[in-house]
């Protein structure tokens, strides 16, 4: 029998690194550089997504007949 067990998403992870971008987009926007930080933020926020989505659900042999 197949157990199903499920990978939690790294919130951690992804609170990392959308935090780091809005800090730097803080930054970039101080210097007049709106480009460069929608860039930035679009970035971070896809990067954080392929994390949550690449969440998998594993499956493994239960062990028990």
């Known amino acids: 029998m197949m157990k199903r067990e499920i990978e939690m998403p790294d919130y951690p992870k992804m609170y990392a690194i959308l935090c780091a971008a809005a800090s730097e ?3 970039l926007l101080a ?3 709106q480009a460069e930080a ?3 933020l679009q970035s971070a926020l896809s ?3 392929d994390l949550y989505i ?3 659900v594993v ?3 239960d062990g028990r007949h």
């Open 31 to 33: 210097e007049g550089k």
């Open 59 to 61: 499956l493994q042999e």
């Open 25 to 27: 987009a803080i930054d």
């Open 47 to 49: 990067e954080a997504e």
């Open 54 to 56: 690449g969440a998998e």
């Open 38 to 40: 929608v860039n930035l």
